[in-house]
């Protein structure tokens, strides 16, 4: 059952960090020595078998938060402290609840928040990787879509 969860999560990844703007929000950012991999797509993207396994509930207005660190060179995600807001553009705030997923030693960190059709939302995230000094604040925004549950 875990290699099945981990194929899936590691395609899972990959399909987002490539993806057209459509289908998800997807970026990185440098802070020094280390690589901050971000994507935001919608929770009926994960299968309903997966996201059991990991507690993640999934609907049409309900987005998924992807965290990943590395170091600059690459490699596997490593621990970090991961914490952040999701905001509307009416400033109504919603913590971002991070839950750390450990897959064979990669490292990754998801966050579930709801939202409506059309919704703009400006994400402030700290990352503080295992071992580093201080945080690092990563900010995005992104138009959120409902999609039906599969």
């Not at 994507?39 to 396994?53: G, H, K, L, Y």
């Given at each position: 059952?875990?290699?099945?969860?981990?194929?899936?999560?590691i395609s899972l990844l990959l399909t987002f960090f490539l993806a057209s703007p459509a289908l998800a929000?997807?970026?990185?950012?440098?802070?020094?020595?280390?690589?901050?991999?971000?994507?935001?797509?919608?929770?009926?993207?994960?299968?309903?078998d997966i996201a059991a396994i990991h507690g993640l509930v999934r609907g049409e207005d309900?987005?998924?938060?992807?965290?990943?660190?590395?170091?600059?060179?690459?490699?596997?995600?490593?621990?970090?402290?991961?914490?952040?807001?999701?905001?509307?553009?009416?400033?109504?705030?919603?913590?971002?609840?991070?839950?750390?997923?450990?897959?064979?030693?990669?490292?990754?960190?998801?966050?579930?928040?709801?939202?409506?059709?059309?919704?703009?939302?400006?994400?402030?995230?700290?990352?503080?990787?295992?071992?580093?000094?201080?945080?690092?604040?990563?900010?995005?925004?992104?138009?959120?879509?409902?999609?039906?549950?599969?």
């Amino acid at each position: 059952m875990m290699s099945n969860t981990r194929s899936f999560w590691i395609s899972l990844l990959l399909t987002f960090f490539l993806a057209s703007p459509a289908l998800a929000q997807s970026g990185s950012e440098r802070f020094g020595d280390y690589q901050v991999y971000y994507s935001v797509f919608n929770s009926t993207f994960v299968p309903a078998d997966i996201a059991a396994i990991h507690g993640l509930v999934r609907g049409e207005d309900r987005a998924l938060i992807n965290i990943s660190v590395t170091s600059a060179e690459g490699g596997l995600g490593q621990k970090a402290e991961v914490n952040g807001t999701a905001t509307n553009l009416m400033q109504q705030a919603q913590p971002l609840d991070f839950q750390e997923i450990n897959e064979g030693g990669t490292y990754y960190y998801i966050a579930p928040m709801r939202h409506t059709e059309e919704e703009v939302y400006n994400f402030r995230v700290n990352v503080k990787p295992e071992g580093a000094e201080r945080a690092f604040e990563l900010t995005f925004s992104q138009k959120m879509y409902t999609e039906p549950s599969h």
